[in-house]
C-alpha cells in the first residue's frame, strides 16, 4: 500500500492518478476535504482508504506490514499563510512524524519542499543538501520558512548519522500548473487565471516592471507542468537507491507574458494586454527571475525531458480547461 497524504490537494490528486495509471497501489490517501469541491480531485480514482490526516499514524500502525511508501504532499501550501502556529504544526511537526515513523520502519519517504526555501535569489539555485548550505537561505515568508525548517531538520540528521528511512527525497516545487489547481482560489497558477480572463472576455493585467533592464511582463519563473512533476515522483519511488533534496522544475524561465501570449494563440483570441502598478507593499522584494538548476536530478538519472511551456499550455488546454470535466 501506498500512502499519500494531501492527496486531495493539486499535486497530490495528480501523484494518485498518476500512481494509479502505473498500477502501484492500493492507495490510502490522507486529507480533509472540507465543504468545497476539493473532492473531485479524487473523485475519478479508486482508493484503498481514506485517512484523517490527525490519524495518520495510528493508521499507519496499524497497516505496518502493506506500507511500501508514504508520499507527503499534505502541508499549508498559502505563501500568504500567517499562522506560524499552524504552520508549525501542519508543516514541521506533521513532516517530523512521518520521517520518524518511515525510518524506524523502513519505509522509503518522498516529501514536498519548496523553491519557496531560497528567499528572494534570483539565480543560483543549487539544491545542495548539506546543513550549511540549507542553513545559508533566507526564505521571504513563514510558508517558506516552514519548509526550509523541514529540510533542516531531515539534513542535519542525516549528516549526524542518525536514523533515516532507506529512501528519503525532499522535492523543491518551482511554479507547478496544471489540473485540479481549482479550489486553490488566489494561489491557482497564473495559467488558470489568465485562462478564466481571456474566457470571460476580459483585458489581460499583467505587472509592470519596475527595473530599467526588463521590459513590462517579462518577470521570468520556472513554470513546471504538474504531470512532469508527478512523473518525476513516480521516478523516484522506482530509483529507491536515490536520495536527497531535489530541485522540481522545467530548468527554463518564461515571462508571464509568454503565457499570455502562448493561451491567446493557442485560444485564436485577440485580447488587450494591460500592465498595471505593482502594489508597493510587494515592490521592494519581487523577484524578477527564478530558474531550477536540474544539474543534480540529471546526474542521478532522471533523463526524460520536461515538457515545454506551450506543450504543456496546450495539453491542459486540450486535455482539461477546454473540457466540459476540467479534472484529471
Not at 125 to 137: E, G, N, Q, T, V
Not at 178 to 205: C, I, W
Not at 309 to 327: F, G, P, S, W
Request: proline share 3%; charged share 25%.
Amino acid at each position: 500500500m501506498i500512502i499519500v497524504t494531501g492527496a486531495a490537494g493539486f499535486i497530490g490528486s495528480n501523484i494518485v492518478a498518476d500512481l494509479e495509471a502505473a498500477g502501484k497501489g492500493p492507495i490510502a490517501v490522507a486529507d480533509w476535504f472540507g465543504t468545497g469541491e476539493k473532492w473531485r480531485n479524487l473523485a475519478k480514482r479508486s482508493i484503498a482508504a481514506f485517512i484523517e490526516p490527525e490519524k495518520t499514524l495510528e493508521f499507519l500502525d496499524a497497516n505496518r506490514s502493506a506500507i511500501e511508501a508514504i508520499i507527503h504532499m499534505g502541508a499549508i501550501s498559502a505563501t500568504t499563510e500567517r499562522d506560524v502556529d499552524r504552520l508549525a504544526t501542519l508543516n514541521i511537526r506533521y513532516s517530523v512524524a512521518l520521517w520518524d515513523w518511515c525510518a524506524e520502519a523502513q519505509v522509503p519517504f518522498i516529501y514536498a519542499s519548496s523553491a519557496a526555501t531560497y528567499g528572494g535569489k534570483e539565480s543560483e539555485f543549487f539544491d545542495r543538501d548539506d546543513p550549511a548550505s540549507l542553513k545559508a537561505l533566507r526564505p521571504l515568508n513563514a510558508y517558506g520558512w516552514s519548509k526550509k525548517a523541514v529540510d533542516d531538520i531531515f539534513a542535519n540528521r542525516v549528516a549526524a548519522g542518525a536514523p533515516q528511512p532507506p529512501q528519503w527525497v525532499g522535492l523543491k516545487f518551482f511554479n507547478v500548473f496544471g489540473p485540479n489547481e481549482y479550489h486553490k482560489d488566489d494561489m491557482r497558477s497564473v495559467v488558470v487565471k489568465l485562462f478564466d480572463t481571456v474566457q470571460a472576455g476580459e483585458h489581460l493585467r499583467l505587472f509592470k516592471s519596475y527595473r530599467a533592464n526588463i521590459a513590462d511582463g517579462d518577470q521570468r519563473r520556472d513554470f513546471v507542468y504538474v504531470k512532469d512533476c508527478t512523473r518525476a515522483v513516480l521516478w523516484f519511488l522506482e530509483n529507491p537507491n536515490v536520495s536527497g533534496i531535489f530541485n522540481l522544475g522545467a530548468g527554463t524561465a518564461r515571462s508571464f507574458l509568454d503565457i499570455a501570449q502562448v493561451l491567446l494563440a493557442r485560444l485564436n483570441k485577440r485580447v488587450d494586454i494591460e500592465f498595471i502598478e505593482m502594489p508597493e507593499l510587494i515592490r521592494d522584494r519581487y523577484q524578477y527571475f527564478t530558474e531550477a538548476d536540474m544539474t543534480k536530478a540529471r546526474s542521478v538519472g532522471m533523463k526524460f525531458e520536461f515538457l515545454t511551456l506551450e506543450k504543456a499550455i496546450e495539453d491542459y488546454l486540450e486535455c482539461h480547461l477546454l473540457q466540459e470535466d476540467r479534472y484529471r
